[in-house]
């Protein structure tokens, strides 16, 4: 008769917060350890990429995250306790522990790769060069090019890859900017006194506090067809397409497009009212 082995719900705590169902598998419940991997490992990065350029999908996608995390941590606890009087099974074997958590993990790093950070990215603004619209310290989320329903329009404010900066030829991965779309492909602009004109009518820029202060002129140019003109909304503080060697930024370096602030902070601390702010022009 085998010696009793009964579960210690200390340790099933502590592997559930190593690894979703580790805390069950520990406790003989392969078939609940599963659930709860897939679960959180791919039906949550999958809700994730449905709802997360929406805040209130932001938000309801970490409350989910967090109540399936207390649900498999809790019933790991629970039913530790209840199993005083144990046996060990087959699944109870230290390289079966060793051999889950390492394929979780594998699964949960290419779910959040290939699901979220392939498709969504979040950004710090560090520099005033987009003041009013952002503000050093926030932070937002970006929807990558690839998104299926991102489509870049006059006034989107993108994140992309100056060809001209030496930071981007050392390191492209690493360095990026974010300005705001203008000129699109085919048109042609020209800036006088600080005023944009598109096609030779003037751009209302609303965005900006007052957008005839500056004395900027540029010298009139038809954009290509696969490529913009970028401007940050705080001119007379901004390095964009007025001072690029191509003027013109190409689409395929384009990262992709701002949707909304999900924090801000400051010196004077956080600025709730910024929380949720959209970017893009629409509705949360």
């Known amino acids: 008769m085998s010696a009793e082995h009964p579960r210690k719900p200390w340790l099933a705590a502590v592997l559930s917060f190593l690894s979703p169902g580790l805390g069950q598998l520990y406790n003989g419940s392969p078939r609940k ?22 805040f209130w999908g932001l938000l309801l996608a970490a409350s989910l995250s967090l109540c399936v995390f207390f649900t498999y941590l809790c019933d790991s606890i629970r039913e530790a306790k209840r199993k005083r009087s144990y046996h060990l099974r087959a699944v109870n074997r230290w390289w079966i522990y060793t051999l889950y958590f390492l394929v979780v993990i594998a699964v949960q790093d290419v779910a959040r790769d290939r699901l979220i950070y392939n498709v969504f990215q979040s950004f710090r603004i560090p520099s005033a060069s987009m003041r009013p619209s952002l ?59 600080g005023r944009v004109y598109i096609n030779g009518f003037a751009l209302d ?61 400051g010196r004077a601390g956080v600025r709730w009212e910024r929380i949720g702010l959209r970017l893009d022009g629409r509705t949360n």
């Not at 599963?34 to 350029?53: D, E, H, K, N, Y």
């Not at 067809?225 to 970028?230: A, G, I, M, R, T």
Request: proline content about 5%; overall charge negative.
């Open 33 to 54: 350890a599963l659930f709860f991997a897939v679960l959180s490992s791919l039906l949550i990065p999958l809700l994730v990429t449905t709802v997360v350029q929406y």
């Open 205 to 265: 820029e609303d965005y900006r506090e007052s957008s005839n202060t500056s004395a900027d002129n540029f010298s009139s140019i038809t954009l290509g067809d696969s490529c913009v003109f970028l401007l940050g909304d705080n001119r007379e503080h901004s390095k964009d397409s007025r001072y690029y060697a191509e003027p013109c930024v190409p689409l395929n370096r384009i990262v992709g497009k701002a949707l909304y602030l999900y924090w801000s902070s």
């Open 135 to 193: 503000e050093i310290g926030d932070r937002f989320i970006l929807a990558r090019v690839d998104f299926p329903a991102m489509k870049l329009t006059r006034g989107d404010l993108v994140v992309y890859t100056p060809q001209d900066d030496p930071r981007t030829s050392e390191d492209e991965s690493r360095f990026y900017v974010l300005k705001r779309i203008v000129g699109l492909p085919g048109e042609t602009l020209e800036i006088k006194a």
